[in-house]
């Protein structure tokens, strides 16, 4: 029995961002329904803090999969972006009377998972799909006249 080969996942992460973990996840989700060149011209035009961190990790990701593995940018989606609570800073303010308000600094880790797909010139898939419609028509327009005859 053959195995089906799985398509190769590259991984990236950056941890402790000194982010809060919704912060991210709001601009995760913008970008997760993109392919990854799109994705990243979409994150140039977010004005967020958190943008330009799952930038940096996009980008890491990418020259992880071409220094580890050879595969080339345009072969690569992205699969998943998974954003987690990292540890809390926790401060105080002092504040009058001699109380004080607690102050937490959150973090959150960004983890990047793309995926190796094999996508053809556009053009080139165009055609081929075009010609393969046209040979089908043909068949079975060649299977009608067979099966009037009879």
């Given at each position: 029995?053959?195995?089906?080969?799985?398509?190769?996942?590259?991984?990236?992460?950056?941890?402790?961002?000194?982010?809060?973990?919704?912060?991210?996840?709001?601009?995760?989700?913008?970008?997760?329904?993109?392919?990854?060149?799109?994705?990243?011209?979409?994150?140039?035009?977010?004005?967020?803090k958190a943008s330009?961190?799952?930038?940096?990790?996009?980008?890491?990701?990418?020259?992880?999969?071409?220094?580890?593995?050879?595969?080339?940018?345009?072969?690569?989606m992205i699969r998943?972006?998974?954003?987690?609570?990292?540890?809390?800073?926790?401060?105080?303010?002092?504040?009058?009377?001699?109380?004080?308000?607690?102050?937490?600094?959150?973090?959150?880790?960004?983890?990047?998972?793309?995926?190796?797909?094999?996508?053809?010139?556009?053009?080139?898939?165009?055609?081929?799909?075009?010609?393969?419609?046209?040979?089908?028509?043909?068949?079975?327009?060649?299977?009608?006249?067979?099966?009037?005859?009879?």
């Amino acid at each position: 029995m053959k195995q089906k080969s799985l398509p190769r996942q590259i991984k990236a992460r950056h941890q402790s961002a000194r982010i809060s973990a919704s912060k991210v996840r709001l601009v995760a989700k913008m970008v997760k329904e993109y392919e990854l060149e799109e994705a990243l011209v979409k994150l140039n035009f977010i004005h967020k803090k958190a943008s330009h961190l799952i930038t940096k990790v996009l980008e890491s990701a990418i020259a992880n999969a071409q220094h580890n593995f050879g595969i080339s940018a345009d072969n690569l989606m992205i699969r998943n972006i998974e954003v987690g609570e990292g540890p809390t800073l926790k401060r105080y303010r002092a504040r009058s009377r001699g109380m004080a308000n607690k102050i937490n600094k959150r973090t959150c880790h960004i983890k990047v998972i793309l995926e190796e797909v094999q996508i053809r010139k556009s053009k080139e898939a165009k055609e081929e799909t075009k010609e393969g419609k046209n040979i089908e028509k043909q068949k079975n327009e060649n299977d009608e006249a067979e099966i009037r005859k009879k």
